[in-house]
Nanobody, 126 residues
Framework: QVQLVESGGGLVQAGGSLRLSCAAS????????MGWFRQAPGNEREFVAA???????????KYADSVKGRFTISRDTAKNTVSLQMNSLKPEDTAVYYC????????????????WGQGTQVTVSS
């Protein structure tokens, strides 16, 4: 069972940037499909971005339309981490951001990965 620990949240002004990181405990990190979700107060948890792999562990990214062009997901297999670079932040990006992992299925909008981190708060002021 993989354990996930997020870091990097905080308070930033609109237009600013933050970088979230998620450290995974499993040495088989390369085989996990990874994703980021977020949940704002009163809203359901929503998909943000995912790093999945196809044959030969070729990784590719997927993004929600709301963050496409502003957020970039990447993974460092040597450090067992997946990161989310968030640029041009908007007040509507304010939420708790969660890292998620699934060893069997790609992480996509609407999926329910079995492994989750504890979340990190991102607050964007106007």
């Amino acid at each position: 069972q993989v354990q996930l620990v997020e870091s990097g949240g905080g308070l930033v002004q609109a237009g600013g940037s933050l970088r979230l990181s998620c450290a995974a405990s499993d040495r088989s990190f390369t085989r996990y499909h990874m994703g980021w979700f977020r949940q704002a107060p009163g809203n359901e948890r929503e998909f943000v971005a995912a790093s999945s792999w196809s044959g030969g562990y070729t990784y590719y990214g997927k993004y929600a339309d709301s963050v496409k062009g502003r957020f970039t997901i990447s993974r460092d297999t040597a450090k067992n981490t997946v990161s989310l670079q968030m640029n041009s932040l908007k007040p509507e990006d304010t939420a708790v951001y969660y890292c998620a992992a699934d060893a069997e299925h790609p992480v996509v909008a609407g999926s329910r990965p079995p492994y989750w981190g504890q979340g990190t708060q991102v607050t964007v002021s106007s």
